[in-house]
């Protein structure tokens, strides 16, 4: 079974910078799609960025223009790099990659955006 582990999360000031890491403890078999989700305390959970497995990429609106999914593809690593973060950006973040066999999920990191 493919493990996914986050990392990258913590306290940041307002305006400040993060980059969050997810690497998969092994291969998945036909990966299609890789994401990014946040679930803050008392929301559903919800999607913030998506690439694609041919790289094209999605962002949610309150992501655009401030974050950007990428992927190592020889680390198994996927990213998300956050910039100009807000208040409204604190919750935890997961990782998710799916494939043609299964969806598979971090246990997600916390970031907390506050002075």
């Known amino acids: 079974q493919v493990r996914l582990v986050e990392s990258g999360g913590g306290l940041v000031q307002p305006g400040g910078s993060l980059t969050l890491s997810c690497v998969a403890s092994g291969r998945i078999f036909r990966p299609n799609r890789m994401n990014w989700y946040r679930q803050a305390r008392g929301k559903e959970r919800e999607v913030v960025a998506t690439?694609?497995?041919?790289?094209?990429?999605n962002y949610a609106a309150s992501a655009k223009g401030r974050f950007t999914i990428s992927r190592d593809n020889a680390k198994n690593t996927l990213y998300l790099q956050m910039h100009s973060l807000k208040p409204e950006d604190t919750a935890v973040y997961y990782c998710?990659?799916?494939?043609?066999?299964?969806?598979?999920w971090g246990q997600g990191t916390q970031v907390t955006v506050s002075s």
């Open positions: 690439i694609n497995i041919g790289g094209s990429t």
């Open positions: 998710n990659i799916q494939s043609v066999l299964e969806s598979l």
